[in-house]
């Protein structure tokens, strides 16, 4: 079962950064997507930030210019700065990968989350 594993959040002030690092392991032959998504208090999770298997990006427009994502594929792990954050940016962040196992099965693994608290 492939299992993925997020870190990094934590308490920060307004115009303050964090790195999140999310790391995917098990039998994993190929991973096509990973991301990372957002849930704030009472809202739907939403996507923030995503890289494909080509190495194409995707960015909210709520994180675009202030996010950076990044992926090691040899390691099926991706990273990403958050920079200049506000209260609006309070949520858990989970992420996700999706793929094929090396059973030839497709699957889409979510990490637990990781609460990142901007407050000053």
């Known amino acids: 079962q492939v299992q993925v594993v997020e870190s990094g959040g934590g308490l920060v002030q307004p115009g303050g950064s964090l790195r999140l690092s999310c790391a995917a392991s098990?039998?994993?032959?190929?991973?096509?997507?990973m991301g990372w998504y957002r849930q704030a208090p009472e809202k739907q999770r939403d996507l923030v930030a995503a890289?494909?298997?080509?190495?194409?990006?995707q960015y909210a427009d709520s994180a675009r210019g202030r996010f950076t994502i990044a992926g090691d594929n040899g390691d099926h792990a991706i990273f990403m700065q958050m920079d200049s954050l506000t209260p609006e940016d309070t949520a858990v962040y989970y992420c996700n990968a999706d793929g094929q196992s090396r059973d030839s099965e497709i699957f889409s693994s979510w990490g637990q989350g990781t609460h990142v608290i901007v407050s000053s």
């Open positions: 890289i494909t298997k080509d190495g194409s990006l």
């Open positions: 098990g039998p994993i032959h190929r991973i096509s997507f």
